[in-house]
């Protein structure tokens, strides 16, 4: 089943997105997911992330995303997300 994530940072700005992207630097589209966006919203920035399964997600951010995040010493987003998960009922994708 199809698993979601929102993550939404309080008070995170582009410039806190950023910096965690130059920390991750260029890496290989990580097995399983299907769709990354990223913006800002009200009060904070939302991620929004589509994956095959939840243990893909969990592999990635253990291997790739928290070694990446822990190298700023702090300089990623001001506060930890507010996150929901949920496995999608359905996914349509434009074309496919």
Known sequence: MTFVRL??????????????GDALGEYA???GRILF???????????????????QLDAFNQAVFFPAVASLGGGGFPQP????DFD?????????
């Open 7 to 20: 993550a939404f940072f309080p008070g995170g700005t582009e410039a806190h997105y950023r910096a965690i």
């Open 29 to 31: 589209p990580p097995a």
């Open 37 to 55: 966006t990223a913006g800002p919203v009200e009060g904070g920035w939302q991620v929004v992330q589509v994956w095959e399964r939840k243990d």
């Open 81 to 84: 997300p507010r996150v929901t």
């Open 88 to 96: 999608a009922a359905d996914l349509l994708i434009a074309g496919s």
